[in-house]
């Protein structure tokens, strides 16, 4: 029978942390995109962000999607750190809002109203408009289901006449200082084990709902809680990009700095507290009699979600006035590393370390992508270079930074396709789901532009090591002019791929084309004049409209790029 009792346990543990997941996901599908508008245009100021990280965080339930989005913008250059660090104490507020609904959870018989609650949702699931809001209903069913399960499973267990619990935890002294650190320190390793503070919440409120945790070390835990979820994001973070460290480290600090001061003031703070959800802390069952007793413990959950709530708030108001301060700390520890992306292959934004969400991973893989073309144009510099170069040694040193590039943007195409792929396998929006349709072909022909300017580069090289003659002034001049046309269309492309639509004519990507390709055909047929006029040799003629047959596909390449980012198509006239 206690077999079966521990699995029913972990089993209701396991379907509220699923209904809480599916729940968050429905909600980021229906205002995903609305949320990332208002997460960038309400944070003038740090207050601002602060209500903007507690709306957008109680909007779709998850602290870790907010930080998320927070972190992508700061990457993004669209929110400074500062901003970023107001919104992040927001979304402590805001996910309080999730110990509010499981206290309502524990306080009467939730499952009565989740049957119900499957049937309405399996009739939306099956109507497209409606779908988010099914898969929603169902993940908040899940919950209650799982919290109410968890909730009769603890009355089963009778946890108030388990002696050996009793036993466990009348062990620890409750007055001492030691038991509190005790049960922070557990509270934080539970949470880093099971990677749910709401799972945590749930065993919290079980236990002292029965009697068997006393109110402090209840606390404690909670506390603890607060900790673990940041620990774990802060290990993730490790291998991130400095924003994301120092994002995830400004979290880590703002709760280890909550805990410092609220530990001075434990006891008055927490008895504070239970009298403002009319719990009273000098209560015993010998005293009053188990129904009142009993009447007075029901009460416990609440208190639990008014600390959590009245802890964050008290945390953000005295914190939020010292956030250039805090900016400054983070960033004394944090430093930025030393990327050298000329030799190695690195993603810079997708292994952002925190936990992502199918909607908002596509913000991550979108910076990713802006960070490939801009290699690629990079990379295309360096050919403009080895064109000119007559230095033995550092053309060859040239050549192969040429080739190291080639193979990273082999690799970058194939790592974000196959996180775009992971991404697509969640439950989208349509609106996502376009968006990666067109991100994986931007990255098809941002991948082929580095083709191409390896392929220029093999040609210089080829003529080179063939010890062809010369390019005439006149050729070097013609191939100057169309590698300049090339880079203003991959310059404008950037521009695009940055997010700076204001400063974007979709019309002057398609003249250029027009330019290069006008410019092509002109050169075509005065390389056909000289050849024939005997200016140059055949051979040189032929490397020499190698080069700008592929400057010609490179612009291609850019044009198709434009495309997919603005769904504009051209048409060649």
């Known amino acids: 029978m206690d077999v079966w009792i521990f699995f029913k346990l972990i089993g209701s543990l396991a379907l509220l942390m699923f209904g809480m997941k599916s729940m968050s996901e429905s909600l980021q599908k229906m205002a995903g995109s609305q949320l990332r508008h208002i997460l960038q245009a309400m944070t003038t100021n740090r207050f601002t962000g602060m209500l903007t990280g507690v709306f957008v965080t109680a909007s779709v339930q998850s ?339 040429i080739e190291k590039y080639e193979n990273i943007s082999d690799n970058m195409e194939i790592e974000i396709a196959t996180y775009l792929d992971q991404v697509s396998d969640n439950h989208l929006s349509d609106e996502t789901k376009a968006k990666i349709r067109a991100m994986l072909r931007e990255i098809t022909e941002i991948e082929s532009i580095g083709d191409s300017c390896y392929n220029v580069a093999r040609t210089i090289s080829r003529k080179i090591q063939a010890k062809q003659d010369h390019f005439t002034e006149k050729q070097y001049e013609h191939i100057h002019q169309m590698m300049e046309l090339t880079d203003q269309a991959l310059t404008h492309m950037n521009t695009l791929m940055a997010g700076r639509k204001e400063s974007f004519d979709v019309n002057l990507t398609f003249n250029i084309e027009n330019e290069i390709n006008n410019f092509r055909d002109q050169l075509r047929s005065l390389n056909i004049k000289d050849v024939n006029n005997h200016v140059y040799s055949y051979g040189t003629g032929t490397i020499y409209m190698d080069i700008v047959n592929e400057c010609e596909k490179l612009g291609d390449y850019v044009v198709n790029v434009v495309e997919a980012r603005t769904g504009i198509k051209y048409r060649d006239a």
Not at 136 to 144: K, N
Not at 157 to 184: A, I, K
Not at 243 to 248: D, E, P
Request: proline share 2%; aromatic share 12%; glycine share 6%.
């Open 63 to 401: 602290s870790t999607a907010t930080t998320v989005m927070t972190v992508s913008f700061v990457n993004a250059g669209l929110l400074t750190l500062a901003q970023a660090i107001s919104v992040i104490m927001g979304a402590n507020i805001g996910t309080t809002l999730t110990a509010w609904i499981m206290s309502a959870g524990f306080s009467f018989n939730i499952t009565d109203f989740v049957y119900p609650a499957f049937f309405i949702a399996i009739l939306l699931i099956y109507n497209k408009k409606r779908k988010d809001i099914g898969d929603f209903l169902f993940g908040i069913a899940f919950m209650f289901l799982g919290l109410g399960t968890l909730r009769q499973t603890g009355i089963d267990m009778h946890l108030g006449e388990n002696l050996s619990v009793l036993e466990f935890f009348s062990s620890f002294d409750p007055n001492s200082f030691v038991t509190t650190l005790v049960f922070l320190l557990i509270g934080g390793v539970l949470t880093m084990c099971v990677q749910s503070s709401a799972a945590v919440m749930a065993i919290t409120m079980i236990l002292c709902s029965s009697g068997v945790l006393p109110i402090y070390q209840g606390i404690a835990l909670v506390m603890g809680e607060n900790i673990g979820t940041t620990v774990t994001s802060n290990i993730a973070a490790l291998t991130a990009n400095t924003q994301a460290r120092r994002a995830a480290f400004a979290h880590m600090f703002f709760n280890l700095f909550g805990i410092c001061w609220i530990l001075l003031i434990f006891r008055p703070f927490v008895d504070l507290v239970c009298g403002l959800a009319g719990y009273d802390v000098t209560m015993t069952k010998t005293s009053v009699g188990e129904d009142v007793f009993l009447a007075n413990a029901a009460k416990l959950s609440f208190v639990l979600a008014a600390f959590h709530t009245c802890f964050n708030i008290a945390n953000t108001s005295i914190l939020i006035w010292f956030i250039p301060q805090i900016e400054k700390i983070v960033c004394r520890i944090i430093k930025p590393k030393k990327l050298d992306e000329e030799e190695d292959f690195r993603l810079r934004f997708i292994p952002a370390g925190l936990m992502e969400t199918p909607e908002l991973s596509v913000l991550q893989a979108q910076k990713e992508i802006q960070s490939f073309a801009e290699r690629m144009q990079r990379m295309f510099g360096m050919v403009r270079e080895l064109l000119v170069e007559k230095d033995e040694a550092k053309f060859a040193k040239l050549y192969a930074r």
